[in-house]
């Protein structure tokens, strides 16, 4: 099922312009590299990040925040602790949180842990496509995607130099974003922040995935016209995303 591309640039737009007008709070369970960068793109964005993994408050945290990311970038213990409280308080709060489960290809444990998280019912999944395998089974195609999403109840959100964002119904490909991309630490986990933005106050998954990508992706590609390499790529991302509008996202958007 497609919309048209019309649609998806101003449902982009709106969601993006929702975040800005109520300011959510995602709560971020994320690796060391990736918290400063996570949480400046989501202020960028017009979110508010909290990010302590401290037992004695966490379930405080995130009972109160909008959404909740789940990242499995530091695999220790403390955080494996973490995970569990915080995935008890937004369930019971009934809380929409967001699973990236950062490097499962390259460990058995983590992998392991990450289907006993994908059994709680996360909003969605973003995660890239070595990793897709270990916690699907399968290569990645537009069918083992939708299979994926509609056996798990989830949105599955693969992100590369194409996007497939999916719930076993509804399909979107989006092909924005810049190289630099790629050379920037914590871009992903930060896309997975902003995907939890977008799920507070968007209520359809799908929808939230596609405008959180879509907007990572354009103001990627606006940062690429003026920096000069990574490093100034960094910056010049963030400032694209606080300046992002329903304008630019429907003259840039590349979907199908």
């Not at 037992?55 to 990242?71: K, R």
């Not at 019912?121 to 290569?139: C, D, K």
């Not at 056996?151 to 599955?156: H, I, P």
Request: charge should be neutral.
């Amino acid at each position: 099922m497609h919309a048209p591309v019309e649609n998806l640039a101003d449902i982009a737009g709106d969601v993006l312009a929702r975040v800005r007008e109520r300011a959510p709070r995602v709560h971020c369970i994320t690796n060391n590299v990736a918290q400063n960068y996570t949480a400046n793109v989501l202020l960028a964005a017009g979110a508010v990040p909290s990010m302590t993994t401290a037992p004695e408050e966490i379930a405080g945290f995130v009972a109160s925040a909008d959404a909740l990311l789940v990242n499995l970038g530091t695999f220790d213990a403390e955080r494996r602790r973490a995970v569990d409280l915080a995935l008890d308080a937004a369930m019971a709060a009934r809380k929409p949180w967001v699973l990236d489960p950062v490097f499962i290809d390259r460990s058995p444990a983590r992998a392991a842990f990450a289907r006993t998280l994908l059994a709680r019912a996360p909003a969605a999944v973003r995660l890239n496509r070595s990793e897709f395998v270990p916690l699907f089974g399968g290569e990645v195609s537009d069918e083992a995607a939708a299979r994926a999403a509609k056996n798990s109840g989830t949105v599955v959100a693969v992100t590369g130099d194409t996007d497939l964002v999916t719930d076993g119904l509804r399909r979107a490909a989006l092909r924005n974003g810049h190289p630099l991309m790629s050379l920037v630490t914590a871009m992903g986990c930060a896309g997975s922040a902003l995907l939890g933005a977008a799920l507070a106050v968007e209520s359809d998954a799908w929808f939230a995935a596609v405008a959180a990508l879509a907007a990572l992706g354009v103001a990627g590609e606006i940062a690429g016209t003026s920096a000069a390499g990574p490093g100034s790529f960094a910056t010049a991302i963030i400032d694209a995303l606080h300046g992002l509008d329903r304008a630019t996202l429907r003259a840039r958007i590349k979907v199908s």
